[in-house]
C-alpha cells in the first residue's frame, strides 16, 4: 500500500466547472496535510494547509480532512485554465510525503 | 525573505560518472528534504534532516547517493556512480519546524544521465 494516494488522472473538467481531487494516506498519526499545485517544469508551489478534521476554504479552494477515513480531498471552484496543473497532495507525520499528483486539465 | 537556493538547475552527466547538488535552505529554517522526483511522478522522499541530524534516510540509496549537511544550514546530494534511472528533478525544500508548517522548495536541479 502506498503512503499517501491519489486518484489517477487526467481529470479534465471544462472552465467554469468543479475539479476534485482526491487523497488518502496510510499513517494514522499524519497531523499535517498539504495541497500543492505543480506547474509543467517548475517546482510544487502550496495552495492550502489543513490540520483538523472538516473543511477550510480560501478562494475558490476548499480543503477537506476527514482523519477517520485517512481521506483528503481538494476542490476547485470556477475552475479556470490557469488552473491546469499537477496536484500533488502531502502528509505529514514526522516525514513530508507526497502521492503521485493527479492532472488537472480546465478546457476553455 | 531569500526563497530556497539550488545549484546548478541543469546538470547532463554520463553514467557511471558522480555528481553533486547544492542547497541552501530558507535562513532559520531546521528541516531540509532532498527529494527526486521522476517525470510523471510525486515527488520520492531520498532524505530529512533536521538541524544536522539525518530524521529519515530510509528510500534513499545508499550505495551510491549520499547527503551531508554539516553545519544544519545548506545541505549537498552527491550520486556516486550515477545509473540512467536517476534521470530526474532533484528538489530541496525547507520548512522552520518539523509539523504544521509548509515546505518550501527551490527551483531543483534537472540531472541527465546519458
Known amino acids: 500500500q502506498k503512503e499517501v494516494e491519489q486518484n489517477s488522472g487526467p481529470l479534465s473538467v471544462p472552465e467554469g466547472a468543479i475539479a476534485s481531487l482526491n487523497c488518502t494516506y496510510s499513517d494514522r498519526g499524519s497531523q499535517s496535510f498539504f495541497w500543492y499545485r505543480q506547474y509543467s517544469g517548475k517546482s510544487p508551489e502550496l495552495i492550502m494547509s489543513?490540520?483538523?478534521?472538516g473543511d477550510k476554504e480560501d478562494g475558490r479552494f476548499t480543503a477537506q480532512l476527514n482523519k477517520a477515513s485517512q481521506y483528503v480531498s481538494l476542490l476547485i471552484r470556477d475552475s479556470q485554465p490557469s488552473d491546469s496543473a499537477t496536484y500533488l497532495c502531502?502528509?505529514?507525520?514526522?516525514?513530508?510525503?507526497f502521492g503521485q499528483g493527479t492532472e488537472l486539465s480546465v478546457k476553455p | 525573505e531569500a526563497g530556497v537556493a539550488q545549484s546548478p538547475r541543469y546538470k547532463i552527466i554520463e553514467k557511471r560518472q558522480s555528481v553533486a547538488f547544492w542547497c541552501n535552505p530558507i535562513?532559520?529554517?531546521?528541516?531540509l528534504y532532498w527529494y527526486q522526483q521522476i517525470l510523471g511522478q510525486g515527488p520520492k522522499l531520498l532524505i530529512q534532516?533536521?538541524?544536522?541530524?539525518?530524521?529519515?534516510d530510509s528510500q534513499l540509496p545508499k550505495d551510491r547517493f549520499s547527503a551531508e549537511r554539516l553545519k544544519g544550514v545548506d545541505s549537498t546530494l552527491k550520486i556516486q556512480p550515477a545509473k540512467l534511472e536517476d534521470s530526474a528533478v532533484y528538489l530541496c525544500?525547507?520548512?522552520?519546524?518539523?509539523?504544521?508548517?509548509?515546505?518550501?522548495f527551490g527551483q531543483g536541479t534537472r540531472l541527465t544521465v546519458v
Open positions: 502531502a502528509v505529514q507525520g514526522g516525514k513530508l510525503i
Open positions: 534532516f533536521q538541524n544536522n541530524g539525518v530524521v529519515d
Open positions: 489543513i490540520y483538523s478534521n
Open positions: 525544500a525547507s520548512t522552520s519546524d518539523l509539523l504544521n508548517t509548509e515546505a518550501f
Open positions: 535562513s532559520g529554517h531546521a528541516t
